[in-house]
């Protein structure tokens, strides 16, 4: 399935919605060494937000934090709103899904902060991923490459 639009990975260099929930890995926006590893959970938008060592996020305390923001607008840019919405189990208000009405429904439910413990393996499947970039160029599709957007062919 390729994804909705094209999306820049510096600040979430992976998203995924796996396990029951919308998670990923996302770059501190004040160290450049330190990423932080973020999810909310479906239906229940259970959240939790750590560095990979499991050192807790200081935003996300009672609320979502930027990096659960930021995670949810690129899921969005990546799979599409509805299916993010659908994902996470969101009714959508009046008119189409997006980013910021998906987050502000989830925080409306006012979600339990949840555990921690999902970031070793997130983690762990985004440093494979990251092993794929020393790969020869191929034409050979490779499924698990999905979270690349199409940007050009190779030569």
Not at 122 to 146: D, G, I, W
Request: charged share 20%.
């Amino acid at each position: 399935m390729t994804p909705a639009r094209p999306r820049k990975l510096a600040k979430v260099p992976f998203v995924e919605l796996a396990d029951g929930r919308v998670q990923g890995v996302v770059s501190s926006g004040s160290d450049i060494e330190r990423v932080y590893v973020s999810s909310v959970a479906a239906g229940s938008y259970a959240f939790a937000c750590s560095t990979n060592n499991n050192r807790p996020c200081g935003g996300a305390r009672g609320s979502f934090c930027n990096h659960i923001r930021a995670l949810i607008t690129e899921a969005v840019l990546q799979y599409g709103a509805e299916r993010v919405a659908r994902y996470l189990r969101v009714e959508a208000a009046a008119g189409e899904p997006s980013a910021q009405s998906i987050t502000a429904d989830m925080i409306s439910a006012r979600p339990p902060q949840g555990d921690t413990k999902a970031a070793a393996p997130v983690f762990s499947r985004f440093l494979r991923h990251l092993a794929y970039l020393e790969l020869a160029p191929t034409t050979t599709p490779l499924p698990e490459m999905q979270w690349f957007p199409p940007t050009r062919a190779v030569a």
